[in-house]
């Protein structure tokens, strides 16, 4: 398949899965350009990518960030971002469910983290490895502006403004142990985020992501109800399309912000080219 050409992708996730994204939304501004898309990577075929226009602003999406049997979660993410960087994807946003760490969180708010903490066991989640990426600044400040203002504006709940991510493998939840170390030093907690963070950086594009809760951690407040997790993916699933849909449109392809700026050239050049440094 040939490679298509886009600034923006939304990498789909809990969120968005019931509604056909962006087709839930209802917004007479989309129009899909091409559908059921698959690529040869370096990394394996990729999933099926959508390339669809808001108000003319070309975007690739993926459903549930690619994860799918027989694919490793790190290779899904790699195949993904290689795609975006051959298309020359500038922004990139995310959603999802998450957890909560934080006993002050309930289901159905609504948190744009700020940081994250990985405490996955993944490893070979970068693509060739050429650049240093620096972590500081990881979630787009740009980006997570847009989208706290339009989940305002959207959702008379509560918006949390700043929060920190906590990743793990899954696919299992977590146990109260794992919640209760985690307490202190993040409020949220579920099973993405990293490595997009990192692959983002390393494709110099913008991330930042939507993330609703829909259960307590365990050992946090009370026990969770699945019912009431399945209805908040159901239920929530075209406003939170909408939200995204309006900060593509708000969001210009080249940002003002700095994540550009924190890849640096690896100095470690001759691991990875064997011509150099002799
Ligand atoms: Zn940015």
Known sequence: MDMVQAEYAVIGGSGTLSSNFPLGAKDSGVEILEDNL?????????????????DGKRVLTCRMHGWRAGVSRADASRQIFWVFREAGVKRIISEGGVGTVNHLLD???????????DLSVRKDVGL????LLIMRDALCSEIREELIKLTKEEFDGRVFTRGTYAVTDGRHFESPAEIAMMKGHADIVGQSICPEVYLAREIGACYAGL???VNYGEGVVKEWSHKELEDIFYDDAPMISRII????RHLDADG????????????????YDPTDGK
């Open 38 to 54: 698959v690529f040869d990577t370096p990394y394996g075929q990729s999933p099926y990518f959508r390339l669809f226009s808001v």
């Open 256 to 271: 003002k912000c700095v994540c550009k700026s924190l890849r640096k050239e690896t100095l470690l050049k001759s691991i």
């Open 211 to 213: 993330y609703f809760v």
């Open 128 to 131: 060739e490895g050429r650049y």
């Open 107 to 117: 289901p159905r708010d609504f948190v744009i983290p700020d940081d994250y903490l």
């Open 245 to 248: 849909l309006n900060a593509i």
